[in-house]
């Protein structure tokens, strides 16, 4: 009987290749996606890094309000009459009040008055109209002022005037709001404080300080 012989074929081999592949892939997403969770983490701490970088900054800057300062401009002398024997004077003279604002916001100024002095003794008046300052900039009002004084017992004011200065003070206070940002406003009083010395020879402004 013949011998049926049995021909063995050999198995498909196992395909644990593609079986790592598929491992290896698997892994490969997961490290992406941690990396870009970490990237994304990191671009988040600096955007907020940022802004509190940024509110600090609008913080300490524009959302300070300073004081507006009031000062008296260039002086243009008209009349100076004087005698030295009485004594007495009387000037006119045109001269601008300057509202200066260094704030990021608008400031809006009641109406007030400028007092001029001698030695405490009210010489003249002139009123400063209510008005407003822009963000920045300083607000410019032209006036022409008359003053005068006579017989001023208890004073050097003949000695002064025979001196050839005539020394007269300047003060004012001015109260307003300063507005940030549309929302806040925040009251403001600034005050002025100048000495104003004419030249009674040449008939003109000697010297103008403000404080």
């Known amino acids: ?21 598929d491992a290896e892939s698997l892994l490969s997403a997961d490290e992406m996606k941690r990396k870009k969770r970490i990237k994304l983490a990191i671009y988040v701490a600096i955007f907020i890094v940022f802004q509190i970088i940024v509110i600090t900054v609008i913080s300490l800057t524009v ?3 300073k004081t507006p300062k009031v000062r008296l401009g260039n002086i243009n002398v008209q009349e100076l009459n004087f ?14 009040i300057k509202v200066k604002n260094t704030n990021w916001g608008p400031y809006k100024f009641d109406a007030s008055t400028v007092t001029f002095m001698y030695q405490g003794t009210a010489v003249g008046q002139v009123v400063i109209p209510k008005s407003k300052a822009g963000m920045l900039s300083t607000k410019k009002m032209n006036v022409e002022v008359s003053l005068s004084l006579s017989a001023l017992s208890g004073s050097n004011l003949g000695t002064e005037l025979s ?9 004012a206070m001015v109260t307003g709001k300063v507005e940030l940002m549309l929302i806040m406003k925040k009251k403001k009083s600034s005050t002025m404080d100048c000495t104003v010395a004419f030249d009674l020879s040449s008939k003109t402004l000697k010297t103008l300080e403000c404080k």
């Open 83 to 96: 005698v030295a024997a009485t004594p007495s004077f009387d000037t006119k003279f045109t001269t601008q």
């Open 1 to 21: 009987m013949a011998e049926k012989t049995q021909q063995a074929y050999p198995s498909a081999p196992e395909n644990h290749g593609y079986q790592r592949s």
């Open 63 to 65: 959302m300070k309000v």
């Open 163 to 171: 001196g050839g200065v005539l020394t007269l003070n300047s003060t």
